[in-house]
């Protein structure tokens, strides 16, 4: 199985930059597609950013120029750095992973980890 484990939420002012990383451990394949989501609340989960171990990546439109993912492949750890945080980057962001080579279809997730962009 995948074992995930976030670190790097916080409370934060908007317009103030906040780094998340997760690293995944497991005990059979080779992990594959990584990803981070983001659950504002009373809405659903839904993708930030993810990228594969060969270096394909994606991130949403909502936060392209904003938020950038990164991978170390020796470490199984990815970081989502998250820059000009507004208030609706409020919520909790969660990783996910899969031995795929997939990009939105993740099998395993962390537990989350909570950011709040406050004043």
């Known amino acids: 199985q995948v074992q995930l484990v976030e670190s790097g939420g916080g409370l934060v002012q908007p317009g103030g930059s906040l780094t998340l990383s997760c690293a995944a451990s497991?005990?059979?394949?080779?992990?594959?597609?990584m990803g981070w989501y983001h659950q504002a609340p009373g809405k659903e989960r839904a993708l930030v950013a993810a990228i594969t171990s060969g270096g394909t990546s994606t991130v949403a439109d909502s936060v392209k120029g904003r938020f950038s993912i990164t991978r170390d492949n020796a470490k199984n750890t990815i970081t989502l750095q998250m820059n000009t945080l507004k208030p609706d980057g409020t919520g909790v962001y969660y990783c996910?992973?899969?031995?795929?080579?997939?990009?939105?279809?993740?099998?395993?997730w962390g537990q989350g980890t909570q950011v709040t962009v406050s004043s």
């Open positions: 996910a992973a899969s031995y795929e080579d997939t990009l939105s279809n993740f099998d395993f």
């Open positions: 497991t005990t059979r394949f080779a992990i594959n597609g």
